[in-house]
């Protein structure tokens, strides 16, 4: 009976390894066995894919630049600021600004802003920005003259010649070079000019319109004068027949006169 109750025992015991053995493995091999869920990422949409450029404030960058105070409050005074957030949100081509700085502004003659209507001063802003983000680069390929805010037109003009260190700004009134790049970010360009460029739709006066040419008068034509019998033509005229008669009456004579001379 023990060896018999021995084994018993041992096979009992066995049995409650075995148990507690596969009890502590099972919460182990669970996560193995279970199937791995990975969260797929969801698709983009047409308006993430295409994320609009952040707003770039234009009179920040300015004025952390510092000698742009003037050009500033012209930018904030004609609302054109305003304008530059709302082109630079939703442009696709970026811009190119030329800023002129306060020294430039100093060189105009005394005055010559106020007496500017609030359409002039807009305009004037406007003739300084370029639809199009232009890097120094692409000043050698550009045709001119360059397209502003301000129009296009004769009156108008903006021509840029790059040279191998510069690029040349002219307008038909005003002659200069960029002196640097203020900042760039491949949507917005600003670069700085120590001249303000004049436009000639606002400070070339407009050339007169030419006079009416009159038509030059008609010579008078010359009176032919009328033929009467006391006129001395007439009196020319009568003489010479008389004339002619008495030669026609003596030749006659003389015709007669050899004829009967010769019977």
Known sequence: MKPQYFLSSFSIFLLFLHCTNTFAQSPAAAPAQA???????PAATPTQAAAPHGITNVTKILEKAGHFTIFIRLLRSTQEENHLFSALN?????????APTDS????????TLNTLSDGDKSELVKFHVVPTFLSTSQFQTVSNPLGTWAGTGNRLPLNVTSYPNSV???????????????????????????KVLLPKDIFAPNAPAPAPVKPAPE??????????AESPA?????????????????????????????L
Do not use: H, W
């Open 35 to 41: 199937p791995a869920v990975v969260a797929s990422p």
């Open 90 to 98: 939703d442009s696709s081509t970026g811009l190119t600004i030329f």
């Open 104 to 111: 430039a502004f100093s060189e105009l003659k005394s005055g």
């Open 168 to 194: 040349n700004i002219t307008t038909g009134l005003t002659n200069t070079s960029l002196s640097g790049a203020v900042y760039t970010d491949n949507q917005l360009a600003i670069y700085k000019i120590e």
């Open 219 to 228: 010579k008078p034509a010359k009176a032919v004068p009328e033929v009467t």
């Open 234 to 262: 007439t009196s020319v005229d009568i003489s010479s027949a008389r004339i002619f008669t008495r030669n026609l009456v003596v030749g006659s004579a003389g015709l007669l006169a050899s004829a009967m001379f010769s």
